[in-house]
């Protein structure tokens, strides 16, 4: 059972860093007596192609398998296609990718797409070829099937179903390969393991974005989830879902208008700072503030940041708008055009970094940039047991999430030369227990600092 990557044009030698597969070494691991190896065939400035492969134990798949009750489960050629079992003996060799969290300075080239070749096989599926491509090319799929040669490939039966799929597209890395971890089980026969919650998150997770409009989610949700139970749970989970994303979006509206009627209370606002923009939706909001004369919407993803631009374009000829200029860029890294400006704001941006970067984040800020002012929101901890979380954050990207106490001594040790004055508010409806669903800290720099 093997997975091929091709990419070609400018920049493919990147996907080693996305990878995070030295090119020159060989990965072989052995997951409980499963052998995974990944190798690269061709590595150049314009072509590069790897391949991923498993040379299973069937004994092993067969011993801890509980239904296992025959010899059938030795000479079964499921155990040697790509499957769920594949799946989830590949998906660790992958997770940088999957994951898209390579070293912070190839960040940019994880929404950055190319030219790929995503080939994958033997396959053994009951679906007909059509449904195959019927499943792959709304994704924008060259689908191209072919059928394994049982003369060839000895380890199946000779009325094996198997076959070879290839998929030429124009995407990134972690999508296609998130979409290959959704539906390369939906073509399996059967899944290997117990399907339970951790399932379902693992579905929204990898199905964000793409699988919502798909003509075939309906068939490719009852595939991967099979119990017709857990299937019932996603369609609740959907509606309790849309409740939870209404009263998302009415937060991110209140935490918008509240750092609006902060900035409005300054003498000094004409330019700003919005550090992790993303689609533009704080940054074009602060365009119609009276008095702004620049609006810096830093980013480092290139694919949400064209997304903000047309954002912005649809207002660019509206009387009193700034258009907001689109930055990439990182937090980890100085940059001249940000330095001594009027305002920069982090809005819900420090829970998605690893705490223990922050400090260095913040010195860049408060020494180098030294903003008049600094606006920094970032969930109260304490108010996810208002909303009954089953999980421990908000977000499965948040690194961690603070108590008011805690933002309070964090945003406090990082004002120790006292040059800026720190006041601390609360956005959303309060609890009288737990306080406010979003905390914000503003520091404003002392005159004469």
Same mark, same amino acid.
């Given at each position: 059972?093997? *997975? ?26 052995? &997951? ?27 004994? #092993? ?9 025959? =010899?059938? &489960? ?15 003996? =590949? ?33 053994? /599926? ?8 019927? *499943? ?46 959704? *539906? ?29 409009? !798909?003509? #075939? ?8 989830? +099979? ?27 209140? +935490? ?20 992790? /923009? ?28 064209? +997304? ?41 941006? =420090? #829970? ?39 999980? !421990? ?7 961690? #999430? ?28 309060? !609890? ?18």
């Amino acid at each position: 059972m093997q *997975l091929t990557i091709k990419a070609s044009g400018e920049n493919v030698k990147f996907i080693s860093h996305l990878l995070a597969k030295n090119p020159n070494n060989i990965y072989e691991r052995n &997951h409980k007596g499963h052998l995974v190896r990944l190798f690269y065939s061709k590595f150049t400035e314009t072509a590069v192609e790897v391949t991923i492969f498993v040379t299973p134990d069937p004994i #092993e798949l067969m011993r801890n398998n509980a239904n296992a009750y025959d =010899i059938t &489960h030795y000479i079964n050629d499921r155990e040697f296609a790509v499957s769920s079992i594949f799946i989830s003996f =590949i998906r660790k060799a992958l997770g940088t990718a999957l994951n898209g969290q390579p070293k912070e300075e190839y960040i940019k080239w994880v929404d950055h797409p190319f030219a790929f070749q995503f080939s994958f096989g033997p396959v053994s /599926s009951s679906l007909s070829d059509q449904h195959i491509m019927d *499943l792959f090319q709304p994704l924008g799929f060259e689908v191209e099937i072919t059928r394994a040669d049982t003369d060839y490939y000895f380890d199946f039966k000779s009325k094996s179903t198997a076959r070879f799929i290839s998929l030429k597209g124009y995407t990134t890395l972690q999508t296609g390969l998130r979409q290959l971890f959704v *539906l390369i089980p939906v073509l399996d026969n059967y899944k290997h393991y117990f399907i339970d919650e951790k399932e379902i998150e693992k579905l929204e997770r990898y199905g964000q974005v793409w699988l919502e409009d !798909h003509p #075939e989610k309906g068939f490719i949700l009852r595939q991967f989830l +099979r119990f017709k139970e857990i299937y019932s749970v996603i369609d609740n989970k959907t509606e309790m879902r849309k409740k939870n994303d209404e009263a998302r979006t009415r937060l991110n509206d209140l +935490r918008y208008e509240k750092i609006i009627e902060k900035i409005n209370s300054m003498s000094h606002k004409q330019r700003i700072v919005d550090f992790g /923009s993303g689609e533009g939706k704080l940054s074009y909001r602060l365009g119609f503030v009276n008095g702004v004369q620049e609006v810096l919407a830093v980013e480092p993803s290139e694919t949400t940041s064209l +997304r903000a631009v047309e954002r912005f374009k649809k207002a660019e000829n509206t009387d009193g708008f700034v258009s907001p200029e689109p930055v990439w860029g990182s937090l980890f890294y100085y940059d001249e055009r940000l330095k001594s400006k009027d305002i920069m704001i982090l809005c819900e941006v =420090i #829970e998605h970094i690893d705490e223990e970067r922050l400090p260095k984040v913040m010195d860049t800020i408060l020494q180098e940039y030294q903003p008049k002012a600094l606006i920094i929101t970032t969930p109260n901890k304490e108010y996810n047991a208002v909303y009954k979380m089953e999980t !421990h954050f908000r977000h499965n990207d948040h690194r961690f #999430e603070w108590t008011r106490g805690e933002f309070r001594k964090w945003c406090t040790n990082r004002n120790q030369d006292e040059k800026y004055e720190l006041s601390f508010d609360g956005i959303g409806e309060e !609890h009288i227990l737990y306080g406010s669903p979003t905390q914000m800290c503003v520091f404003v720099r002392k005159e004469g600092e």
